[in-house]
Nanobody, 120 residues
Framework: VQLQASGGGLVQPGGSLRLSCKAS????????MGWYRQAPGGQRELVAT???????NYDGSVRGRFTISRDNAEYTVYLQMNSLKPEDTAVYYC???????????????WGHGTQVTVSS
């Protein structure tokens, strides 16, 4: 199973970006999907998660500015980021809890990360 993230870049404060992450490979079912980020010198932290039933959870620092969504048929998760701040600068990683066959326990998979830089 591979996760391919895209959509990062350089944006000015107050701007917007949309991240995408598509899972591919031997997939039977995807449970939770999510986005995490790691700033320079910091630890990887949760940004937002979404269940297969589209229930969402956000870190308090992004609630109201970021929106996570997913397309189950396309095995893709999105992160719409609005009103971006310099403190949102980080490498963003997508995550998926994937079962590769019927009755197999799900396991975590990670994408390689995409850089988001918010600067004037």
């Amino acid at each position: 199973v591979q996760l391919q993230a895209s959509g990062g870049g350089l944006v000015q404060p107050g701007g917007s970006l949309r991240l995408s992450c598509k899972a591919s490979g031997s997939i039977f079912n995807i449970n939770d999907m999510g986005w995490y980020r790691q700033a320079p010198g910091g630890q990887r932290e949760l940004v937002a998660t979404i269940t297969s039933g589209h229930s969402t959870n956000y870190d308090g620092s992004v609630r109201g500015r970021f929106t996570i969504s997913r397309d189950n048929a396309e095995y893709t998760v999105y992160l719409q980021m609005n009103s971006l701040k310099p403190e949102d600068t980080a490498v963003y990683y997508c995550n998926a809890l994937v079962s590769t066959q019927f009755a197999a326990p799900p396991r975590d998979y990670w994408g390689h990360g995409t850089q988001v830089t918010v600067s004037s």
